[in-house]
């Protein structure tokens, strides 16, 4: 048998699928979708429990694709031989939960800290619909960001997911090279995760510079995301840090040494009393989620002629449906049609704007109207964002936060101008950030997906 491509392919050329198009292979099946729920539950509660108790998430495409490879290894006997394209559909539905659970324990506890106590089938309806939104909004975005960027995107986890799959697939050295890697990162992470024989954050201070740090975290994952990311994007990376650290901090704390009282939002320190650390989550953050929108703007603007092309295709689409002339595209590029993504994601307004208690147990029309159309546009909007973002430095450092702290700034000032200040407005933003965010998130591990997919030649 001719033996299939690698994933990567050099420089400059256009990137081949290691199934090709033409060969079609069970893909979802009942085994899959069965094992990646059990995954998914299992890691999403493990993040969830890290996120609430920790304050970051990680992502869990990378040990769902290994550990999904090996129970159909496993239980080849009983289940039968297993394709790539099943154990990509597994990993697909099994880390899904996690960048869910990343998008509810961020917003709704501030429920809970408000008195208010949102029952489980309220929470899972934000979740849902936060969910389809992300993937809905994603869809007309495949072509031009997983397909068109394939260079200048390498969606760190979903490369790593190809080559997971695409090695236990082939077997033999390349197999052997990636449970190399993780041997590598497990013993690394056990000297300085249980043996504490260094730190893994280290600071310095640079003197005569008032609250200038610089630090490296040396972990394992970031030092395996900074080697698939490569020393371009990583360096955008570290200036990024370097910015923050080394001049807006030092910045803020020169001109704000005199001031007597607090400067907004911090309300119990004065600048010269906060720590570098308490500058950067004070004022800093609010920088860089301007900066995020901002990135977002020019995103959405580099997108629009890829979503018009993708709407005339689906125009074309249906209207050949309907004359009977329609042509079946190629297995790797069946999109779900443009018409069904516009129609889902509208149904999914009208339900939040329609529906009681939905946006915050309020009964007033209006308020669930304004809020329905910024989850619209907020939503489609980050979700453009987010996608973009994990494509250069991965779902782990996706900024989600950034991303809500905006949406929430944006409906409150909508809130406020409209005179809904009171608890019931307060429950309506946050519950408006909530499903946002669940959007934001769950559109980053589609990214990732659709990128395995794109390199594994799996069906979008």
Known sequence: MKEKENVRSEAGAPIQP???ATETLPEFTLKAVVLGCLFGMMFGAANAYLGLKAGLTVSTSI???VMTVAVFRALRGVLGRSTILESNLSQTVGSASSSLASGIIFTIPALFLWGLDPSLLEMAT???????????FMIPLRRYLIVKEQRSLPYPEGTA???VLVASEVGGSRARNVFVGLGIGAVYKFFIGFLHLWNERVYLAIPRMKKAVVGIETTPALLGVGYILGYRISAVMVAGSLVSWVALIPLIAHFGEGFTTPLFPEMAKTIGQMSPAEIWTRYIRYIGAGAVAFGGIITVVRSVPTMVESFRLGVEEVRARLSKRF???IRTERDLPLFYVLVGAALIVLVIALVP???GNVESFGVRLIGAICIAVFSFFFVTVSSRIVGLVGVSSNPTSGMTIVTLMGTSLIFVLLGWTDEMGKVAVLT???IVCVAASIAGDTSQDLKTGFLVGATP
Request: proline share 7%; aromatic share 4%; glycine share 14%.
């Open 327 to 329: 042509v079946q595209r």
């Open 63 to 65: 040990p769902v694709a």
């Open 432 to 434: 408006v950030g909530t």
């Open 126 to 136: 934000l979740a849902l619909l936060g969910g389809l939104l992300g993937i809905l």
């Open 18 to 20: 290691y199934i090709p």
């Open 357 to 359: 208690h939905i946006i």
């Open 161 to 163: 997911c190809a080559e």
